[in-house]
């Protein structure tokens, strides 16, 4: 007798698993491509957590500048609901970001210095992705697009958004088409610089929380707007102490101050006004 199921009876329960070619599951996600990315360069098994781990977040700061983009150009349009909305959903992507330290907040000097040097001259700093999102944020420099001159699209993408208004900064715009009286020379202002707190946005934004019902929808903005901005702050601390564990104050790879430069990173606020704006509600 047959043990092989009868596909009669069971009917459209039965997957289909002949295709001619790859799966359509292949076709979509790619992910014999993105299983066979993975070229560790030293002999220590530790090396393939620490390289798939930052593989991982290159694809959250993927998804993310596209969520931060996606709410840039709604506010442009007026749009503050899908913003919001996009917002939203960056937050629950910030968490899974953050959570990628999980695997490599516990590595001991001795374990991270087995495949450390295999890094050579790599460092995280050097991410293009993660440095559109550090624009996105307003925090802004020419210089950070020189490690990328050898990649002609790479450098063309950076420089765009390097002139580009920041997310941040579309908000601001947002408030001023409101009525609300946003500087005339942070609106005008070099886009390729970094965004500098200003005492008259942070009494805009004191204004807008110290009456919800009259602001709701501005509020709504405003919190969604710091909860990014907090999850910002908790990858870069989380960052720090990943660091501090592995490698202590050495010298950073790639000749950052490693330690030093994060710690500085780390006491930085994402949309600054909106956290100082609470003191005076």
Do not use: C
């Not at 007026?78 to 629950?92: F, N, Q, T, Y």
């Not at 910030?94 to 890094?119: M, V």
């Not at 579309?170 to 970094?194: I, N």
């Not at 720090?240 to 490693?258: D, V």
């Amino acid at each position: 007798m047959s043990t092989a199921p009868d596909a009669s009876a069971a009917g459209s329960e039965t997957p289909n698993l002949d295709f001619a070619g790859t799966t359509p599951y292949e076709d979509y996600v790619q992910a014999d491509v993105l299983t066979h990315l993975q070229h560790p360069l030293s002999d220590d098994p530790g090396e393939m957590v620490f390289l798939v781990t930052t593989q991982v977040m290159e694809l959250w700061f993927t998804v993310i500048v596209h969520e931060w983009e996606t709410a840039s150009r709604a506010l442009r349009e007026d749009r503050i609901p899908v913003a919001r909305d996009a917002l939203k959903r960056s937050v629950r992507e910030l968490e899974a970001l953050n959570a990628s330290w999980t695997p490599l907040g516990q590595l001991t000097p001795a374990q991270f210095n087995s495949y450390r040097s295999a890094l050579g001259e790599g460092s995280g700093f050097q991410s293009a992705m993660f440095r559109r999102m550090e624009f996105l944020l307003g925090d802004k420099s020419a210089s950070m697009l020189v490690p990328h001159r050898g990649a002609p699209r790479v450098h063309a993408e950076l420089e765009k958004a390097l002139y580009e208004p920041s997310l941040y900064d579309e908000v601001l715009r947002l408030l001023s088409r409101r009525g609300l009286p946003v500087p005339h020379e942070l609106l005008s202002r070099d886009l390729s610089q970094r965004y500098e707190p200003s005492p008259a946005v942070e009494e805009i934004w004191a204004g807008i929380y110290a009456d919800p019902d009259q602001n709701g929808e501005l509020v709504r903005l405003g919190e969604a707007l710091t909860d990014v901005g907090e999850l910002v702050w908790r990858w870069r601390n989380d960052h720090l102490m990943a660091t501090r564990r592995a490698m202590g104050s050495k010298t950073g790879t790639g000749g950052s101050a490693g330690v030093a430069w994060l710690e500085k990173r780390a006491r930085k606020n994402v949309f600054p006004e909106l956290w100082t704006a609470r003191s005076h509600v």
